[in-house]
């Protein structure tokens, strides 16, 4: 059943590219407040660039998601591009559950396929 099933790096890569920024807003917000912004201003100026940022992806020519540097560039904020890497660097700040539910499943299908040993001789037609 899950032949042919796999992760696609470059897939994952640009798609982390594309909304990683989004998932960051509240670890940015926190590093602005930490440099000295006060929570309201800085709050609103990084919703405001996050939604001209969407915005851009969804009606602009490249697709790229741009927001980090909108955040430099404010002079009302105080995060450099050094901040910014430092806030994000980690990405297992942002998987959640992801590991654990990864494993869960792995397990689930393990004991369905030792219970049902005749089902992996089972070949599904090609997907495309």
Known sequence: MLD???????????????????????????????AGAGREQAHEAIKEHAVAAALEIREGDSGQNDLFQRIVNDPALPLDAAAITNAVNDHNAFIGLADLQVADFAGAAATINSQHPEGGSYRPSPIL
């Open 4 to 34: 042919g099933f796999g992760a696609y790096p470059r897939v994952i890569d640009r798609e982390l590219e594309r909304y990683l920024p989004f998932l960051a807003t509240t670890r940015l917000l926190m590093a602005a407040v930490k």
